[in-house]
């Protein structure tokens, strides 16, 4: 074939869509300790049933087989009025943890503390971990006090409340949910965690982490 031909065929070649080359994935960047850690905490702020955390964790011992194990957990936790050793590991870290296998089927420390280990698998779990993101999303929603106290006042006349009904009672936050929700995230409200939020997401009056000098 002479080079003119040549020529020919290639200005006959069909020109080229612009933007059909898929962009290539960026790969997904490992969770660190950190991170799980921060949501850990988060969790447990939201969770009504968390009574006290503490960080580090007294030294424990626990029996494993023939052998005698000390470890320092990162959290001891009193949940509900028992307390739990927790330790926050990554997926990488699990591999080498000296009680995976042991606390897969439970383990307990020699003074009865129960030990649990938390991985990305169970702190970002579903719905929780969107749930909680939302809740702590509206952290920083300023709550004026007439607010405050119409939403907490409604919350002691009826008990528990729809998510719905009780932002009813904002006056002047632009959005009454962010409202309700920011008062969780300061512990005055409780709102079940384990589910989405949805209108009928029930609402609640906490326990102050504080004694009421005024005994209300």
Known sequence: MSAQAILDLSDRRPARRGGTRRAAKRPVAPLTR???IAD???ICELDADVESLRAPA???TFAIG???VEHVADFEIVRDGSVYLVDVVTDDDLLNHPLRAAAIHGITCADGRPFLIETAASIRSEPRFTTMRLIMACKRTPVTAGDRVRILHQLDELG???LVDCASAVMNTQDGVAAVLALACEGLVA???SRPI???TQVRRRRLPFADPFAF
């Open 198 to 200: 949805l209108p009928e």
């Open 34 to 36: 950190n991170a799980l």
């Open 66 to 68: 023939d052998e005698t």
């Open 160 to 162: 528990t409340m729809r």
């Open 40 to 42: 850990f905490l988060a």
């Open 58 to 60: 007294d030294p424990a």
């Open 191 to 193: 709102v079940d965690i």
